[in-house]
Nanobody
């Protein structure tokens, strides 16, 4: 399974970025993209990785941690095997490597604190003040 993030970059505080994540190879495991919940995580230098947002397999349920509520929005396109993270009103403290992750789940919700199965290599987001 290949998880690939894109869309990171350098942006000024108050600006916006959209991260994208494409997943391939799930069919090799007899599964479809909509068998999986998707999540975004980030890790800043010298800090532990933290969950940011997740979305259920259907897209009907989304969750954002308090620090990004009202600023970040997660969405998915099951026809294209992609998930996106729209980030608005960016702050310098949002600077981090952002990772996309996948976990098999047919539940109605998603859970950032469960064990996630597949991870991408990350895309860097840098917010200047």
């Amino acid at each position: 399974v290949l998880v690939e993030e894109s869309g990171g970059g350098l942006v000024q505080a108050g600006g916006s970025l959209t991260l994208s994540c494409t997943v391939s190879g799930l069919s090799d495991h007899g599964a479809n993209f909509d068998d999986y919940a998707m999540g975004w995580f980030r890790q800043a230098p010298e800090k532990e990785r933290e969950g940011v947002s997740c979305i259920s397999w259907s897209g009907a349920y989304t969750f954002n941690v308090d620090s990004v509520k009202g600023r970040f929005s997660i969405s998915r396109d099951n026809a294209k095997n992609t998930v996106s993270l729209q980030m608005n009103s960016l702050k310098p403290e949002d600077t981090a490597m952002y990772y996309c992750a996948v976990v098999e789940s047919n539940g109605a919700e998603c859970d950032l604190w469960r064990d996630w199965t597949y991870w991408g290599q990350g895309t860097q987001v840098t917010v200047s003040s």
